[in-house]
């Protein structure tokens, strides 16, 4: 009897150790197994008692509960290690980050995580935006929900004026209107600005239109204009050409045309030959062969002096950028739907 009990007792170092090794739930069941299963060492022992008397069986006994007892104390306290361990360790590997959106979560749980990079058109913008803040142009803003005095009436564009209409415009309930070009700004900046003035006006503008390869809804112009007291043709052409030059590292060719805009007089249209078929005629020319990039002209005596000025006394230029179309050029984008499709593949081409 005294060797059973004697042998029960050392179950107790051998399981202490075990349980110690014991990596995870799974080994822990194994211990459990191994010492008080059907065919555990416990069990074993228990086979032994056949020759014992009563109360022999009984002290045995007694020792084989203690050892039950303790056996599960130590398999809860060491249950209780391994959850603190998988709980720091999920903490590590599956926090949720609310801030991350659906997009970057999709990202990041397919591996492929991108850090974003600035929109094509964005990059443009900035690189004529440090071309004409070195040449002393400053940069300025305006509402994109205009109304219709800013965006048309004082460019000179009558309450009848047929030329409203190459301009299709969003109208909003309260009478207000999405701007249909920068040369709104032109006219903020008239009001606020004294002469002489170097501006130019980087933003979205709307029109309302059937969107194709060369057309959208909602693009990116940016308006340059000088008011000083002697502004001529020469001085706008120039502006251009160095404006060109500058984006595109090669020679472009370029074609100027007579261009009609109430605000302006002369107008021009400058147009490029178009790079995305190097002249042969594709969607993006409307099989022209040639872009129209650069709408320009001298400002309209009409508007200097609907801005409080005197014509006599001050002359200006401007132009009207368009910053799609001249991104297309410059990479050879087929249709100006990609800039806001929100296509990965396109973006990360630039
Ligand atoms: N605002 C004109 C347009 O969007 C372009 C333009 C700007 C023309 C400045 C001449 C001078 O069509």
Redesign the pocket.
Known sequence: MADLIAEIQALEAKAASAIAAAADTEALQNVTQEFTGKKGALTHVMKQLGSLTPEQRGEVGKAANIFKARLEELLAAKEAVLAEARFASLAETEFVDLSVTPGEYAAIASGATHSGHVHPIAQTQKKLEEIFTSMGFSIVDGPQVEDDYHNFGALNFTDDHPARDM?DTFYTVTKHLLR????SVQIRALEKMKPPIRIIAPGRVFRYEEVDASHEHTFY?M?GMIIDRKVSVGNLLHLMQTLLSEVFSKGVEVRLRPGY?P??EP?FELDMKCLVCNGTGCPVCKHSGWVEVL???LVHPNVIQKAGLSPEEWQGA???LGLNRLVMMQHGIEDIRHFMAGKLDFLRQF
Request: proline fraction near 6%.
């Open positions: 301009q249909t070009h920068t040369s112009q308006e805009f605000f302006v107008g709408p320009c002209g401007a132009f009207g």
